[in-house]
């Protein structure tokens, strides 16, 4: 087998930097990357020139500059020079958004991380009808191959899962317009929408969604619309018991109500977003999501 490529990306200076800042010392990162499958060599390549250039634009800056974390903006937490991220339109303290007719109900809001819990989102009938279109194709769940970019099964994801083409029908194309239009993000910024099914045991334990940049397959990945900024966790069912969608940084658990939904945003792909999730396991009954993954950029 050929020999996968390593490119010392901006997004993996990047993860360097934050890893320094947070105080990591320089053999726990280089462990990491090798881990990761990095070649040591690499590595250590990457480290010296990302530190290296690093140290000399902190010469420049004035001492309290070369140090600062990035000022937060008063009305969502992140970081003032963060790059814009979805996000509803809350404003004047809204608790119905309406999306051309459809009222969907803000719940539950979280600043840090950022986490909102929508209300009918979904209707009983579009429930019903993902379920029905997706239920023929459904096959053992995959996750992202962080080695190669591609996908493979995973035993820490017990699910059955597939994917939809973004408008691929007018169902689904009416629920892409209603989410783009909710986070105020194009509609060509979003994967396809994901359909899984959960059955009595199965779990997703907890993860991040971001593309981890120490990760050799992540250059490929990011070519197809670059990192993945938020997530959006429809319900389609209520399950009997369990299957709550759990943030373990922050101790909140999401229920799986049907119609409903969970929207959750990080604008670095890194643990300080604090968006650690996972799929609790189902009790009893089964649990079916629809997932939306936004992009930076245009997804093909």
Request: net charge negative.
């Given at each position: 087998m050929p020999a996968i490529a390593q490119t010392i990306t901006p997004e993996l200076r990047r993860w360097i930097i934050d890893q320094a800042q947070t105080g990591c010392r320089p053999e726990d990162v280089l462990n990491a990357m090798k881990a990761s499958g990095w070649n040591e060599d690499v590595a250590l390549a990457a480290m010296e020139e990302t530190l290296e250039q690093r140290l000399?634009?902190?010469?420049?800056?004035?001492?309290?500059?070369?140090?600062?974390?990035?000022?937060?903006?008063?009305?969502?937490?992140?970081?003032?020079?963060?790059?814009?991220?979805?996000?509803?339109?809350?404003?004047?303290?809204?608790?119905?958004?309406?999306?051309?007719?459809?009222?969907?109900?803000?719940?539950?809001?979280?600043?840090?991380?950022?986490?909102?819990?929508?209300?009918?989102?979904?209707?009983?009938?579009?429930?019903?009808?993902?379920?029905?279109?997706?239920?023929?194709?459904?096959?053992?769940?995959?996750?992202?191959?962080?080695?190669?970019?591609?996908?493979?099964?995973?035993?820490?994801?017990?699910?059955?899962?597939?994917?939809?083409?973004?408008?691929?029908?007018?169902?689904?194309?009416?629920?892409?317009?209603?989410?783009?239009?909710?986070?105020?993000?194009?509609?060509?910024?979003?994967?396809?929408?994901?359909?899984?099914?959960?059955?009595?045991?199965?779990?997703?334990?907890?993860?991040?969604?971001?593309?981890?940049p120490v990760h050799p397959g992540t250059p490929k990945i990011l070519e197809r619309g670059g990192q993945r900024v938020a997530t959006l966790v429809m319900y389609l069912n209520t399950p009997t018991a369990g299957g709550s969608t759990t943030f373990p940084d922050v101790g909140l658990a999401v229920a799986p109500l049907r119609g409903n939904a969970v929207f959750f945003s990080y604008d670095r792909a890194h643990v300080s977003t604090r968006t650690l999730h996972g799929g609790a396991p189902v009790m009893a009954g089964e649990k079916w999501v629809a997932t939306k993954w936004l992009r930076q950029g245009v997804f093909r």
């Open positions: 000399q634009e902190a010469r420049a800056l004035p001492a309290t500059d070369a140090v600062a974390w990035p000022a937060q903006r008063q009305d969502s937490g992140v970081a003032a020079n963060a790059p814009p991220l979805p996000e509803p339109d809350l404003s004047g303290g809204a608790c119905v958004i309406d999306i051309a007719g459809h009222a969907v109900r803000v719940l539950t809001t979280l600043r840090e991380p950022r986490v909102i819990v929508f209300g009918g989102l979904l209707s009983d009938a579009e429930c019903d009808g993902l379920m029905q279109l997706a239920g023929p194709r459904l096959l053992r769940s995959e996750t992202v191959d962080n080695n190669t970019g591609g996908s493979e099964v995973n035993a820490s994801r017990t699910s059955d899962g597939m994917f939809f083409e973004r408008g691929e029908a007018e169902l689904i194309a009416r629920i892409e317009v209603r989410i783009a239009a909710l986070l105020n993000w194009p509609l060509d910024h979003g994967e396809g929408l994901q359909i899984l099914r959960y059955r009595p045991g199965a779990e997703y334990k907890p993860h991040h969604d971001y593309f981890d």
